[in-house]
Every structure is written in C-alpha cells, then in structure tokens.
C-alpha cells in the first residue's frame, strides 16, 4: 500500500520568510496530492492540491511542487505571516478515491 | 451550514467501557471518514463509507465499528475501549464528485 513520509517535523521561521516542507510517496499509482492545514482544535482544511498531470500549482503565497519521477512533492509557503502557524498534512491517493494516505504532519510556526 | 459536527468533544473512558462517537454533516455529501490522529503518525484512516448504506475498512479498522446510519451521520463506535484508542478522532465527508474532504472539530478521547 500507500507509505507517505513529510519532513520536517517542526519548521521555525521568521514571518516574512519562506518556508517549505517535503513529502514523498511510494505508490505509483497515487495520482491526486493534497496539502491539509490543521489549526489548534480545529479540523483540517484543504489549501491546495495538485494532480500528476501538473508539474507545479500557485494559489497566492501558496504553491505545490511535483516530482513524479523521483515521487516527492513539497509545499512552499511565501511571506510567511503569524497566521501561517498550524500543522501541515501532505496526503496522497488515487483523485476521487476514499483512501487518502497522510503523512505523519508538521508544525510551522512564524515568530514575529 | 454547519458542516461537519461531532459529538461529544472530549470524552474519557476506562478500559473496556463503550462509546460511540456521533458525526453528521449537513452539506449533502455522499463519502463519510473516520481518522484518529496520534503524534507523529498523522491521519488514519478507520472506516470509510462511499455512500449511504455501504461501509469499508480503512488502514487502522480494529476495535472499531461504524454506521451509516443515513446520508447525514456516520458513528464510529468503540465496543471495549483500550488505553491504545486514546486518540483525536476526526470525521470527514466529501461530495462524490469532488476532491476536497471537509473536516469536523475532532473527538479527544482518553482511555484510562
């Protein structure tokens, strides 16, 4: 089945500053590459996804990178602001499916 | 609209006590999740139902049992809890044609 690994753990960074997080997959037939963020007692949200066919995907601050070949696609988070500090969930799965595999998350936080 | 709601938010047992933890949406999804959360470990996915009246194991099924009970609600119930169920557990619903799933606030359970 599906293995996702995400790294960092944790990520620090400065507000204003750029921010990035990895995750890598096993299953070449995941298609479909969600980016979850999770606020303190709230449940996730979606922020930005991407499909296999894409190479890259931008939504203000937000982008996704994908690499199909090496299987890791990363989140990068510009201008990073207080309101940036969450956890991060990557996940991947076939687009539409019911499995979705999340990677084990990080803690962004943005000192001001 | 409310979303996805569940009930209770913070719930604590003593081994081999039952429970069952209540989820409904409101937003006429056809899909229905449970995860649990644990550090380090991401989202799990427990029981998933694609549609009213059917259900499927997911990664981590042990110990749990669910029912779709109609389109709306989706229980997880725990029928001899365990300290090992100590968890957050989160609800989640997607529109059939969609890509996005949708959260609930999550259930803290303590197993003692």
């Known amino acids: 089945g599906e293995n996702v690994e995400q790294h960092p753990s944790t990520l620090s960074v400065q507000e204003g500053d750029s921010a990035v997080i990895k995750c890598t997959y096993s299953?070449?037939?995941?298609?479909?590459f969600p980016w979850y963020k999770q606020e303190l007692g709230k449940g996730s949200q979606l922020i930005i996804d991407i499909r296999s066919n894409v190479g890259e995907k931008k939504d203000q601050r937000i982008a996704v990178t994908l690499n199909k070949t090496a299987k890791h696609f990363s989140l990068h988070i510009t201008e990073t602001q207080p309101e940036d500090s969450a956890v991060y969930f990557c996940a991947a799965g076939v687009e539409y499916g019911n499995k979705l595999v999340f990677g084990a998350g990080t803690i962004l936080r943005v000192k001001s | 609209n409310a979303g996805v709601t569940q009930t209770p938010k913070f719930q604590v047992l003593k081994t081999g006590q039952s429970m069952t933890l209540q989820c409904a949406q409101d937003m006429n999804h056809n899909s229905m999740y449970w995860y649990r959360q644990d550090p380090g470990m991401g989202l799990r996915l427990i029981y998933y139902s694609a549609s009213e009246g059917t259900t499927d194991k997911g990664e981590v099924p042990n110990g749990y049992n669910v029912s779709r009970l109609n389109k709306r609600e989706f229980s997880l119930r725990l029928e001899s809890a365990a300290p090992s169920q100590t968890s957050v557990y989160f609800c989640a619903s997607r529109w059939q044609a969609g890509r996005e799933q949708f959260f609930g606030p999550g259930t803290r359970l303590t197993v003692l």
């Open positions: 299953d070449s037939a995941s298609n479909y």
